[in-house]
Each structure stands twice: as structure tokens, then as C-alpha cells.
Nanobody, 119 residues
């Protein structure tokens, strides 16, 4: 089982920036597809960004151009750089890992970190 620990959340003013980190342990990080999801109060959890083992990234239009996902395989860490933050970005952000154990697809979630965008 992969363990994920997020850090970097907090309170930021509109237009500000924040970087989230997620440290993984428990398997060969290089083979994981890593992602960030968020969930605002009263809303469903939604995908924010995903990065493949080869480094290909995909982000929805709602954050494209403002958010960047990256990974450091040497540190087993995935990052979410968030710029030009808006109040509607306020949510709990969760790190996600998708991986395989003997051809069975598995997934793990972090505990979540709160991001609040407010003046």
C-alpha cells in the first residue's frame, strides 16, 4: 500500500500563489500515476491535475494556465504549483496515486490539505 502525505496548504489572498507537496512511500514512485483532486463544501471531489509516470500532465480547463503539476522521482514527491488563485479554488486538496500490484490496479489517497483563498 502506498502512503501519501500532503503539505503546503493554507490561507492565501486572491491572485496569490501556493505550492502543495505530496510525499509518497511504499513502492517504486516512478511507476505511479500521480494526481491532485479537490473537494469544496457541498460539492463532489474533482480532478485538478494528473501526471503520468513519463511526466505527461493533464489539467482541466478550470485550472489550465494557472496550475502546474510536476514530479521529482528522486524525492518520490509530486507538486502542485497554484498561481492566480481565486476564491472558487477554496477546497480540501487530496493527493492521489494509481499503481499496480501484480497487474491489479490500486489507488491511495492522502489525508487532504485545506486551501483557502480569501481576502
Amino acid at each position: 500500500q502506498v502512503q501519501l502525505v500532503e503539505s503546503g496548504g493554507g490561507l492565501v489572498q486572491p491572485g496569490g500563489s501556493l505550492t502543495l507537496s505530496c510525499a509518497a512511500s511504499g513502492n517504486d514512485f516512478r511507476s505511479n500515476t500521480m494526481g491532485w483532486f479537490r473537494q469544496a463544501p457541498g460539492k463532489q471531489r474533482e480532478l485538478v491535475a494528473v501526471i503520468s509516470p513519463s511526466g505527461n500532465a493533464n489539467l482541466p480547463d478550470s485550472v489550465k494556465g494557472r496550475f502546474t503539476i510536476s514530479r521529482d522521482n528522486a524525492k518520490s514527491t509530486v507538486y502542485l504549483q497554484m498561481n492566480s488563485l481565486k476564491p472558487e479554488d477554496t477546497a480540501v486538496y487530496y493527493c492521489h496515486a494509481q499503481y499496480y500490484i501484480y497487474y491489479a490496479r490500486k489507488e491511495s489517497w492522502g489525508q487532504g490539505t485545506q486551501v483557502t483563498v480569501s481576502s
